[in-house]
Each structure stands twice: as structure tokens, then as C-alpha cells.
């Protein structure tokens, strides 16, 4: 029988849109630590808009951008959107996913109702003039990061995408898989290809920060595959060991107190006692590498903490390429460095669908590893962002189930 609500973990019948649905929500009057920010509540399913697709999210993926949208900062995302179109007045994120095609809208021609799909986390407007003249959708003035700036990601029974972002779901992932390592292999793909001259080559050292972590443990993989050395940092030897099964030399930043914002130049004594910390990680590098070759890229994004670090390690017109900034944005560039051995700080923002598709393609080879290192029930959406934003997080990527009733399956 058709119903107009469903319980999480139970499907309707294929290609029948119910009136209303569960959904981890975000209010503004919850701003705040995750577990006080998401709720499970009941709302309307979505319209599917011409060119988008309602998707049955069966496995969602958890990232750092929706700790942000918990906390309400650096940007609310509902007040943005509120300024924007009017918006929803609630969140509903989730920037990772698997599920079916349920619905499609007018002008759909790529997928089809009863598809299994991953979805990527961005999208933007097919006819915009840059886009038009040639530029890398990434780059467009209307791309939007789904499930974070844009409402309706996956963190619900139902989701809305643009068509181009649903990528076929290998059969061999499991739903949980399938939703948990696109984000962040794909960005770390671009950081790592997208920028020539500066893309890793056999032999280049790498250095990654948060090689643990979700980013850190798709860039490691990576950086491999691509003949790169990667020398990961972590900050506990349970860390470390796990860096090292993927590949990766270790260096641990707990032995070493420079971190974030270096002093004045002007203050001798106190920069240079920052500078001596910044010498005897670069020396631990070494000898970790085994030779003296500085790293020819440096994959960024805990920001504020590491970047000076980072630009001081960077071989000669090597480079720091960062795309996040975990431990705070207002990050101290020593331009001397920047300039005198021309090296390069490149920004780097996930990906688009030919360095999305080739992540995936990867994965479904059985060559790169998802790392899901954990997999929670629905209602645990809040506690999930809570480890990340307590980095007590285990190491890897981790998924929710949303549509699957358990965890394995690799199909409905
Ligand atoms: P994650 O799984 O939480 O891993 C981040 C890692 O960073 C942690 O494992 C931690 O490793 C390390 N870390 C945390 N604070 C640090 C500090 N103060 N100094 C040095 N290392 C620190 O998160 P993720 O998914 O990899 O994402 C990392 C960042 O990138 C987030 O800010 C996220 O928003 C951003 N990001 C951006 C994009 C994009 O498209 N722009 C895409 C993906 C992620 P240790 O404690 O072991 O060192």
C-alpha cells in the first residue's frame, strides 16, 4: 500500500514519491556542537525541479563542511540562502550519497528511475556565461557545494541533484562504500592532478597533512598510485600504523609545539623559536624520507595551524595546494619563502565530473581503497559530526545508512 510517509530503513515502491519524509535538520535556533544542532524531524519531499533528480538515499557520507553548518559559522548557510531565494529557513545537509533514481525531472535524458547512482557534491548552471566561454565548472561563479550551500543533501530518505552529478554506483561497493569517499578522494585527486605543472609525478615526495583522515587517506592512496612518496602526518601512533597499511611514511605533529600563527618577524627572539620548531619538523621529514628533497607537493587544509609550516618545507616552485582550514582561515604567508624559491599556493575546491568519475572508476577497479571506518544508524547523523568536530573521529571515511536496512548490501 502507498503511503505518504515511510519509516527510515523501509522503501516505498520503485518510482512512487511520498508527500513527506525523514530528515536530520539543521535550525538556526540550534546553532551550535552537532549533537545540539541536527535533528531527525518530518518534512515535505522536495519538488524535482527541470534538469534535477529525486534520489533514494540509501547511504549517506559524513564531512567536515556540515560541522560548519552546525555551528552556524563561519557562514550560515540558512541566512545565505534565506538572502539569496527566500530558502527553506532549515538544512538539510549531507555533500555525499548512494542511492536509486526515483523521480526525474523534465529535460533528464543521463539517468533513469530505478538507477544506482553515487552522487558528487557540487553542481552549477549548465548556461552560465564562464561555463560557456570554457571554464572548469569548478570555477564558475554559479558552482554550489550540494548539501552544504544548497538544501536537500543527503542527510534525508530523499535528496535533489542535478542529473550530471549522479555517477553509476559500482556493483561491488556496498551503498555505505558507495557513499562515503567521494568527497574527499575526488578532492584530493584535484589537489593532486588538477594543477600543472605542479601534479605529482614517480618519485615526487608528498606530504599530507591529516593522513588519517578522510582527505588524508584518499591523498595517500593516491599520491601512490601516481608513484609519489607520501609522508602523511598524524597525531597518534593508531594513526600512524593506519597510514602506514596505505602506503605512507609517518611523522607524528604531537612531538612538535610551533603550530599556528608564527610571531612578528620583528620580535628576533620569539620568531626565531618558532622557526627552530618549523627547521626540526623539516629535519624529522627527512629522515623519515630517508634523503633531503623537500616535498614538490604539499596537500593543505588544516589552514591556520600548519600553511607557514607547509610554505616553509615546499621544495623550490613546488606547491602548497590547500582546500579547507580546519584549525582557523587567517593562515601567516612568509612572502620571503613565496617569492625567492617561486614556489606556488594554490586554492583547490573538490572536483569536477571527469576528476569525480576517475575516483570512482578507481574505486570499482579495486584500487582504491574507501576506507570506511565507521557506519552509524540514521539518528546518529549529530553524533557522527560530533566526533569530527571533537577530532575523535576514527581513521578513514564514515557513512550513515538511510534507505539500506543494513549494512553489506550492494543492491536493493
Ligand atoms: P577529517 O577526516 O576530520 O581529517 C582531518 C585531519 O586533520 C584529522 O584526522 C587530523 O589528523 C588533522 N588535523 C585536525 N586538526 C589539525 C591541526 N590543528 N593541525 C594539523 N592537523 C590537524 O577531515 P577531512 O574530511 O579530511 O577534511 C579535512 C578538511 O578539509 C576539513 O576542513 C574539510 O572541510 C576540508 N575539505 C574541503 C573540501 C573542499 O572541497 N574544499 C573537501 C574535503 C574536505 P591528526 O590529528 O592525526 O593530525
Known sequence: MKRDLYEVGTMPPLGHVPERMYASVIRPDRFGPPTQAFRTEVVDVPQVPRG???????AAGINFNNVWAALGRPVDVI?????????EG???GG??????VWAVGESVNSVAVGD????????WDESAEDIRLGADPMTSSTQRVWGYEDNFGSFAQFTLVAEYQCIPKPPSLSWEESAAFLLTAATAYRQLTGWPPNTVQPADPVLIWGGAGGLGSMAIQLAGLLGGIPVAVVSSEEKAEYCRKLGALTIDRTE??????????????RFDAWLAGVRAFGRRYWEVLGSRRAPRVVLEHPGQDT??????????????????????FQADVDLRFLWMRQKRLQGSHFANVRQCRAVVHLAAAGRLDPCLSMVETFDRIGDVHQL????????????????APEPGLTAA
Not at 541566512?79 to 530558502?87: E, L, T, Y
Not at 544506482?116 to 553542481?123: E, L, N, P
Not at 616552485?317 to 584549525?327: D, F, L, P, R
Open 388 to 403: 569530527l568536530y571533537e577530532n575523535r573521529q576514527p581513521p578513514g571515511n564514515m557513512a550513515v545508512l538511510v534507505g
Open 90 to 92: 532549515f538544512h538539510i
Open 79 to 87: 541566512a545565505m540562502r534565506g538572502k539569496q531565494s527566500g530558502g
Open 95 to 100: 555533500s555525499d550519497g548512494s542511492g536509486i
Open 307 to 328: 600553511l607557514p609550516t607547509s610554505l616553509y618545507l615546499c621544495d623550490s616552485a613546488g606547491m602548497v595546494v590547500i582546500c579547507g582550514a580546519t584549525s582557523g
Open 116 to 123: 544506482h547512482v553515487i552522487m558528487s557534491a557540487c553542481h
Open 256 to 269: 612538535f609545539d610551533h603550530w599556528g600563527r608564527p610571531p612578528e618577524a620583528s620580535d628576533t627572539e
Open 52 to 58: 534535477q533528480v529525486l534520489v533514494l538515499v540509501m
